[in-house]
């Protein structure tokens, strides 16, 4: 069965901390794709990342770095020098191959404070 | 706007009224998805629709819950008997391909059901 952890509920940082949310993921496929997303209080679901599971690599794009390691399961997200506009919920979801949906974790609420 | 569009935004019923929201996705993308998100959780998945067919109803919560596509774009989700527990933010969401396996969709803004 398909499962995404994200246990950290609630983080709260000063503007220019770097802050690293985790995304702990389940599944039995060997073919699968995760994905990150950030909701800001607007409720929109704005599309960040997707990485395939054949691809360990780290990505960095601009503060956004994401960290992918098979061995244990994780698909964490690291924002760089943090600024007020980060402030979000954010969350990682997993799609098998196949599958006709996304499986979100519950969300990381991050407030990052001037 | 080129996003996908939900309307309402925000909707307000009795308990057993019936309820009918609206998605536009974006123009030319093929599948199309609804998500229910309950107040401080993930969204969870309700219907898949690629093109006008409605592949996977699995997340239907129960037979009060109705999605149609009947032209292949615009897609209605209807809730009949509005129950208290309905009350969620309902998300569309829509891709350019087949599926959600490798593919980012992108959402709307959702509607937000209350159920008084």
């Known amino acids: 069965a398909q499962k995404v952890t994200q246990a950290q509920t609630e983080i709260s940082v000063v503007e220019k901390e770097d802050v690293t949310l985790d995304c702990v993921y389940e599944t039995r496929d060997t073919t699968y794709y995760l994905f990150w997303y950030k909701q800001p209080p607007s409720g929109e679901l704005v599309f960040l990342i997707r990485r395939n599971s054949f691809d360990e690599q780290n990505e960095i794009s601009g503060r956004y770095s994401w960290n992918f390691q098979k061995s244990t399961s994780s698909f964490n997200f690291t924002i760089t020098a943090s600024q007020v506009v980060d402030s979000a919920v954010y969350f990682c979801a997993l799609s098998e191959e196949g599958a006709q949906k996304l499986v979100f974790g519950q969300g990381t609420r991050l407030t990052i404070n001037p | 706007g080129a996003g996908v569009s939900q309307s309402p935004r925000y909707k307000v019923a009795k308990r057993g009224q019936d309820v009918a929201l609206r998605c536009d996705p974006i123009s030319g993308h093929v599948s199309l998805f609804w998500y229910q998100q309950a107040l401080g959780q993930g969204p969870e998945f309700l219907t898949y629709?690629?093109?006008?067919?409605?592949?996977?109803k699995s997340g239907l919560p129960s037979d009060r819950f109705f999605a149609e596509r009947p032209e292949g774009s615009v897609s209605t989700l209807k809730i009949q008997r509005t129950q208290q527990e309905d009350s969620a933010v309902y998300l569309c969401?829509?891709?350019?391909?087949?599926?959600?396996?490798?593919?980012?969709?992108?959402f709307g803004d959702g509607t937000r059901l209350s159920i008084l």
């Open positions: 629709f690629q093109n006008e067919a409605q592949l996977d």
């Open positions: 969401a829509s891709s350019e391909g087949q599926g959600a396996y490798n593919q980012p969709q992108h």
